[in-house]
């Protein structure tokens, strides 16, 4: 890891690329629109990206379709898809510096936590897929004697990856991993607030030898370049990764086009269970922090509702706010720096604002500095006497804000969990083991950890309940999203 003045050096000489990438090269949108892109923690212009409108997106998936039926990728053998996706994936790797520093740049976040996790996390899901391509099978049905009836799977064509700005790369190559190794051609369209790492790929999937249209880059905002993904009649699929009414609106676009497939991760609004027989309160409030205040809180499954029996709040509230003093806001390049700025100013006035409508509901802010900090900065802030009933408790804040709310008993615990229209993610803290899996089984979400939080693998699939979502990423759950089953009924003849 470099140090604070190493990553301002390398800041100095690092070339930012900010052309949209399509058919396996970099150019500007057709009309020459472009957007600023802002460094949230020191509100520099680090450059100007390229503003992609519908005649941009209309050649993008032109490109992806023909290559798509022309076979080079879609019909390669899984050996040749394999040794591509791992040469991307070390190319990922050997350019970790640079795309750290791009992730931290465009959003904020710690140095550290772009550097130890987004990018070795891009590059290991990439090759998770790539190792995973040769290792998948079709089925034969149990059929009458005179029939041979298989199923297989091919890829669905032309695929259409929204991300966003929270974990840029990680999330796309969630997508991309699966998609391409599927045999997809890909679009991928970042968030206009995080769009530098999607750009640099353009250049890697070149190096690697991803045949051109099979992977690009369409820059620009949501309602312009999104929206013109999701409506065209050429794109077989979307997968997202946003807020629940970008992901209501993509399902619109679909059924009012072609009927694309939708996967969709979405919001939520998770519950993080702390039971009076649980011992280790030191472990558990170390990762209640951790798993509200990580990332400047700007996650998904971000630990927003902590559920406390009664008999423990005063101790483990106490233990909470100590646990929470490392997250104060630092240099996002200090790679001692736990907590970045937020992903701009208008996201931390809207947190803020939260926090306001909060404490007029009655809850309290406790412990620690006010959570007005400079620019985009933003301390955590803890809610004390909180109901689940307050617009902090169900609505999704995307901010270091943690609601405290306390229970009696079991039952009620799985009734305020279970109360939300999300369901992404919660845990459970017990040392009772009947307890985990009666509670687990009860708990309406799509991953449920005990005695931790928020601990994951490639292996294990990541979606939601309700409105959080449907499909899901990782595993070999999301591999399937991105094909379509075909069953082929042969007639025997005697």
Known sequence: MKTQQEWQELKQTLEIQTQAFINGEYCSAMEKQQFEVVNPATGEVLGCVARCLQEDVDS????????????SWSDASPTQRKSVLLRFADLIDSHRDE????????????????YSTDIPGSANAIRWYAEAIDKTYG???????????????????????????NF????????????????????????EKSSLTAIFLGKLANEAGIPKGV???????????????ARHQDVNCITFTGSTKVAGQLMVSSGESNLKRVWAEAGGKNANIIFDDYEDLDKAANEAAAGCFYNQGEVCVAATRLLIHNSIKDEFVDKLLSATERFQPKDPLDPQSAMGALIDVEHKRKVLNYIRLGIKEGASLIGGEEPIKTGAFLSPAILDNVTNSMCVAQEEIFGPVLSVITFE?????IQIANDSKYGLGAAIWTDNINRAHRVAKKLAAGTVWV?????????????????????????????EKFTETKTTWIRLNP
Not at 61 to 71: K, P, Q, Y
Not at 171 to 190: F, R
Not at 462 to 474: A, E, L, Q, T, V
């Open 60 to 71: 993008a998936v032109s490109h992806a379709r023909r290559v798509f039926d022309d076979g």
């Open 99 to 114: 795309l750290a520093l791009l992730e931290t740049l465009d959003t904020g976040k710690p140095i550290s936590h772009s």
């Open 139 to 165: 089925e034969v049905a149990p059929t009458e004697k005179e029939v041979h009836a298989f199923i297989s799977h091919q890829p669905i064509g032309v695929v259409a990856a929204i991300v966003p700005w």
């Open 168 to 191: 840029p790369l990680w999330l796309a190559c969630w997508k991309l991993g699966p998609a391409l190794a599927a045999g997809c051609s890909v679009v991928l369209k970042p968030s």
């Open 215 to 229: 992977f690009q880059v369409v820059t620009g905002f949501g309602h312009e370049a999104g929206e013109a993904l």
């Open 409 to 413: 008993t079991e039952e009620e615990a």
């Open 451 to 479: 005695n931790n939080y928020n601990e994951g693998d490639m292996s294990v699939p990541f979606g939601g309940f309700k409105m959080s979502g449907n499909g899901r990423d990782k595993s070999l759950h999301a591999l």
